[in-house]
Every structure is written in C-alpha cells, then in structure tokens.
C-alpha cells in the first residue's frame, strides 16, 4: 500500500507562484509513475502533468495543453517527493489538485496512459489551490 500526501497549495493571486509536493511512501518510489490531476468545482477531474521511468536514471514528463509552459513536475527520489511547480497562474487553475501513483511503471514512448485517472493505483488527499483575478 503505498500513501500519498500532498501540501504546498494556497491562495495566491493571479501571475503568482506555488509548489505543491506530495510525499510518497514505498521503497521503490524510484520506479512509481506519478501524476498530478485536479478538479474544479463542477467539474471532472483533469490530468495536469505527469512524470514517468525511462529506465536508469532518466523520466519522461508530460502535461496537459492548458498548463504547459507554466507548470514544471519533477521529482527527488531521495525524499520519494514528486513536485507541482506552478508559475503564472491565472484563476482558471483555482481548483483541488491530487497527487496519483502507479508502482513499477516503465515509460513506453507514445503511450499517454499516465494521463487516466484510471491508470494510477494509489491518490492523495488534495490540496486546495485558490487564484483570486
């Protein structure tokens, strides 16, 4: 069973930064694709960026078209921490942002299935991100 935790979201005014993190537990955090959705009210949950093993010490990242340019993912396997860096953010991005995990994943170049819900085995809490105009 591997648990997430998420921290890091706020309320931030329109042009402004955030980084959210999510904690992983699980010892082969280094092989886990993570993903990071978000879900607005009203709406349906969305992918917004993903990160996946290659295979040695290399990942394959990959967001969606509204945030790209923007938001930056990344990882330090060290601390088994994924993490959201959200530059220039616009009130449209207000919404609760979840942090997802699928253990022993391997990229395979053309493959988007990081970017389904159903894809991940594991979700965190959610983090609340609020951008007032």
């Known amino acids: 069973q591997v648990q997430l935790v998420e921290s890091g979201g706020g309320l931030v005014q329109a042009g402004g930064s955030l980084r959210l993190s999510c904690a992983a537990s699980?010892?082969?955090?280094?092989?886990?694709?993570m993903g990071w959705f978000r879900q607005a009210p009203g709406k349906e949950r969305e992918f917004v960026a993903g990160i996946s093993w290659i295979g040695g010490m290399s990942y394959y990242a990959d967001y969606a078209d509204s945030v790209k340019g923007r938001f930056t993912i990344s990882r330090d396997n060290t601390k088994n921490t994924v993490y959201l860096q959200m530059n220039s953010l616009k009130p449209e991005d207000t919404a609760v942002y979840y942090c997802a995990a699928r253990e022993g994943y391997r990229y395979a170049s053309g493959n988007r299935d990081y970017a389904r819900q159903g894809f991940y085995d594991y979700w965190g809490q959610g983090t609340q991100v609020t951008v007032s105009s």
């Open positions: 699980g010892r082969t955090f280094s092989s886990y694709a």
